[in-house]
Every structure is written in C-alpha cells, then in structure tokens.
C-alpha cells in the first residue's frame, strides 16, 4: 500500500471481499493504533454438538479468528500470527446465533506476539482466550486481492 488506509476503509474493503468468511463473520469495529476489533459471527445449528451447543473446538476457533484478525488490522495486512498456543475457557455454552468476538494485541515484538480475545452472546462474556503466535509475513496475493489490485 502507497498511502495509509483508515481503520474504516480497512473494515469496508475486508467485509466486502470476504477474503475468508468462516461462521458468516462480519468485521464490525477495528482500531489499529489499539490492536483491538470487535466482530460479529452467525453461527449455525450445525455446529452444534447433540446437547444444543456450540462445539469447543468451533468457538475456540472464533476466537483464535478475532485474536488474529486484531493483530492483522493492527499490521495492516502486512503481517499474520499462526497460532502456537491457544488456551480457550469456557465460561458457558455457546449456542447457535449471534456470537460478539473481541481480540486485542497484547504485546507484539519482532517474531513474537502476545494476544487475548473473548466471544459474547446476549451481552454476557461466553470465551476468553489467549494466545502466543509466531510473526510471519502476510501472502501479498491476498492483500492486493482485497485492495482490488491486480497480481503480477
């Protein structure tokens, strides 16, 4: 990118694209200079396990998915943190609908970072999670592919 994009323009362009889009998610808030993000999930009934519930695996990948996507924004597309380690606590059961994910860069080094998320459902806190991720450079196809540009 030649010229700063804005928290907002940065929503617009990735919600529009819908470079990845797992449980019909929808970036609702970004603030890069904060590391943080606020999202939204619909989950479906199908993620759920017989006893009506969200599986543990799925929800701890909707918060792995709004912990990294914080730092993504915060990096403007430029970096992106496969997870090493992942600890989820359930709090309560998730169950099929609108989900809130929040993720927020704890601390970032060179090869490092340190982030924190929570999922929310009917304005109760459902997840927490942290995580540990290894710093590794963006695909850049995928960044030009979400700004509109055309790959060489």
Not at 27 to 43: C, H, P, Q, R
Not at 74 to 81: D, I, S
Not at 109 to 129: P, S, Y
């Amino acid at each position: 990118m030649t010229s700063k994009v804005s928290d907002e323009e940065l929503v617009d362009l990735f919600n529009k694209n819908k470079l990845f889009n797992l449980f019909n998610m929808t970036v609702l808030e970004v603030n890069t200079d904060a590391g943080s993000i606020k999202m939204e999930f619909e989950v479906e009934q199908k993620y759920c396990n017989p006893a009506g519930d969200v599986q543990g695996g799925i929800v701890s990948g909707m918060v792995d998915d709004a912990t990294a996507l914080a730092f993504i924004f915060q990096n403007h597309f430029k970096k992106r943190p496969p997870t090493i380690e992942l600890k989820t606590n359930f709090l309560y059961p998730t169950k099929p609908g609108k989900v809130i994910g929040y993720g927020q860069v704890v601390k970032s080094g060179k090869n490092i970072a340190f982030l924190e998320g929570r999922l929310e459902q009917n304005n109760r806190t459902v997840v927490t999670a942290t995580s540990t991720c290894v710093i590794v450079d963006m695909p850049q196809v995928n960044l030009k592919k979400m700004m509109g540009e055309k790959n060489d």
